[in-house]
């Protein structure tokens, strides 16, 4: 039997994309009676080693139509799977307390994301590109100081980053196939189910550790800016999929009344 404790482990602090890469143990053991265990990082190979935001542009979505940029765009989509493997594996360490039902989820969701990365490889495979060829940022792990316990970090993660990527990972798909790229586009739709899925599970987690307080009032008093509800979204608002991801009327509206902006602040 393995311990959730030595598998994220194993995760967090590989030296190798392979050990990302490995598959939950059917016979994972979720209770931990040990203390708290926040890791200020993960270990990364050499070549996916992350860097400051500035060092690893890439380009708009207007890209998708050069298969060079489209290898760039797809390589940090990559790089995000990767960063919510390691975060997630991260909150088994940090959240030893936390209800079996949620560290089972976070089990679950992080293997999902270990499916995207292998996907967005073989993609990257089909364009010549290998994953670490391009720099890649640590935007999500950037936001570590933010993930004070599992409210702050389904606010962060699953309502904000999975939220967001609900309308990005649509108009990816959208401009995969208008440039011919119809394998590309139904990784990118594969993506985008399996994200409702995740928002889900972060919305019914909303309501069960903040149940004194609407779903908006405590999304928004667990979120820090810069992010918030502006990083919730996209230009365009798949509000569908929210729908399906089970988001109620009113955090919908007021998601559709911000204004999207971009990390750097500016509108999308």
């Given at each position: 039997?393995?311990?959730a404790r030595a598998y994220a482990l194993g995760i967090v602090t590989g030296d190798t994309l392979a050990a990302k890469l490995v598959s939950p143990p059917a016979d994972l053991v979720l209770e931990d009676a040990e203390p708290p265990l926040r890791l200020p990082g993960p270990t990364r190979p050499p070549e996916l080693v992350m860097v400051p935001g500035r060092e690893a542009r890439v380009p708009p979505l207007a890209g998708f139509r050069d298969p060079n940029q489209r290898a760039r765009i797809i390589h940090a989509l990559a790089n995000h799977e990767l960063q919510a493997?390691?975060?997630f594996a991260w909150a088994l360490l940090a959240y030893p307390d936390a209800p079996l039902a949620f560290r089972r989820g976070l089990v679950a969701i992080l293997a999902d994301e270990q499916r995207h990365l292998e996907l967005y490889r073989g993609r990257l495979a089909a364009l010549k590109t290998q994953f670490g060829d391009h720099p890649v940022t640590g935007h999500f792990w950037n936001k570590l100081d933010d993930f004070v316990g599992p409210l702050e970090l389904v606010c962060a993660m699953g309502?904000?980053?999975e939220?967001?990527?609900?309308d990005f990972a649509g108009d990816y798909a959208?401009?995969?196939?208008a440039c011919g790229d119809t394998e590309t586009a139904a990784?990118?739709?594969r993506v985008h189910a399996d994200e409702i899925s995740h928002v889900h599970f972060a919305w019914v987690w909303l309501g069960k550790l903040a149940p004194d307080q609407s779903p908006w009032s405590a999304y928004l008093a667990h979120v820090r800016p810069p992010l918030g509800p502006s990083r919730a979204r996209g230009a365009r608002m798949d509000i569908d999929a929210r729908r399906r991801a089970g988001l109620d009327d009113e955090f919908i509206a007021n998601l559709a009344a911000a204004s999207a902006k971009r990390p750097s602040g500016e509108p999308r």
């Open positions: 039997m393995t311990s493997i390691e975060l309502l904000t980053f939220n967001a990527n609900l959208e401009a995969a196939r990784v990118l739709e």
